[in-house]
Nanobody
């Protein structure tokens, strides 16, 4: 079982940037599609972005397109989420997750994510 640990959360001003990282241990994630989710207080968990195992395809929810970028380093066993032009409604706890099955060239909302981190909190001041 993989353990995922998120970091990089904190307080940013509206219009600012943060970079989240997700480090894996227990097993490698280099053959698994990875995703970032977020959950704001009182709201359902939302899929933010997905990257396939090769790093050649990505998907983003519409509200973050053009502002967020998901990337991965399969040598370092990490996945990152660069968040630019932050808005107050981006505030949430952000989680990384690993696809249940390996070697998916697909990046999108129809994957099944089986491994989750503990989350890192992002706050955005207006």
């Amino acid at each position: 079982q993989v353990q995922l640990i998120e970091s990089g959360g904190g307080l940013a001003q509206a219009g600012g940037s943060l970079r989240l990282s997700c480090a894996a241990s227990g097993r490698t994630i280099d053959t698994y599609a990875m995703a970032w989710f977020r959950q704001a207080p009182g709201k359902e968990r939302e899929l933010v972005g997905v990257i396939n195992w090769r790093g050649t395809a990505t998907w983003y929810t519409s509200s973050v397109k053009g502002r967020f970028t998901i990337s991965r380093d399969n040598i370092k066993n990490t996945v990152s989420l660069q968040m630019n032009s932050l808005r107050p409604d981006d505030a949430a706890v952000y989680y990384c997750a690993a696809d249940k099955d390996p070697l998916s060239d697909y990046a999108g909302p129809n994957l099944n994510f089986a491994s989750w981190g503990q989350g890192t909190r992002v706050s955005v001041s207006s």
